[in-house]
């Protein structure tokens, strides 16, 4: 069965107003509902997004695992499995790939450059999410296409797909085959999918909050009994 199937899709302007704001805030919006723990559904430390400077992405999750030291049991490059390809076709649309280096000590050979974001972006990725590294990053900078790793390096090695749209984990977040991700700057969250429709009203009004307590720190007339009664009624 495919994972369309079973998983239900946002609607696209949900998806849009989601996309409206930046992790933070909606990781705040998401602590609102209790649905999990504060320290759990995000990536730490360890990411960057290589090839765009400020990115943004929204999109489901196609998971896959690889290995970069050894060579694989049968074929000889990547490019020898596509069979990868049909789970990604499977999920709805946007979707972000997301790649496990098995290795122990992830970044020896890069996971995709040039020719897998053209490849990725063909079947309408949004970006490529992995903890280990990647190559090409001019190029793909130019296809405007996001690639978050923990490195770069120039050379692909033996990397090679051991399986796919099994569960993955990256910096410390657990992903599934067609998770709702959000990534920008500061990582990578996971969007519980019941709440997802509740999140851009929950979201605005954090914004909204947040802006009232900046905006008085900025002005002339500012006084600390002031900000204590905008930070009481923030929440």
């Not at 990547?78 to 122990?104: A, F, H």
């Not at 923990?150 to 569960?167: E, L, N, R």
Request: glycine share 6%; hydrophobic share 40%; net charge neutral.
């Amino acid at each position: 069965m495919a994972i369309s199937d079973t998983a239900p899709t946002m609607p696209r302007e949900i998806l849009a107003a989601i996309r409206s704001f930046d992790t933070c805030t909606i990781a705040n919006a998401i602590e609102r509902f209790g649905v999990r723990l504060r320290n759990e559904g995000y990536t730490r430390p360890g990411l960057q997004c290589f090839t765009v400077r400020f990115p943004r992405v929204l999109g489901y999750a196609a998971t896959s695992h690889v290995r970069v030291s050894d060579p694989p049991m049968t074929g000889g490059a990547y490019m020898d499995r596509t069979d990868w390809w049909d789970d990604i076709g499977s999920l709805p649309s946007p979707r972000i790939v997301v790649v496990q280096d098995l290795e122990p000590k992830s970044g020896a050979a890069s996971i995709a450059g040039q020719v897998h974001a053209a490849i990725l972006k063909a079947f309408h990725c949004e970006a490529l999410i992995t903890n280990g590294a990647v190559r090409d990053v001019d190029a793909v900078a130019k296809m405007k296409f996001p690639m978050f790793a923990h490195a770069i390096t120039p050379s692909h090695g033996y990397t090679h797909i051991v399986d796919y749209c099994k569960p993955v984990d990256i910096f410390g977040l657990r992903i599934h085959s067609g998770d709702l991700l959000f990534a920008d700057c500061h990582g990578v969250i996971s969007i519980p999918k019941e709440i997802a429709a509740e999140l851009p009203r929950v979201a605005a009004e954090i914004r909204a909050s947040e802006q009232r307590i900046i905006d008085l720190c900025q002005s002339p007339g500012f006084s600390p009994e002031q900000l204590r009664k905008a930070v009481n009624h923030s929440d």
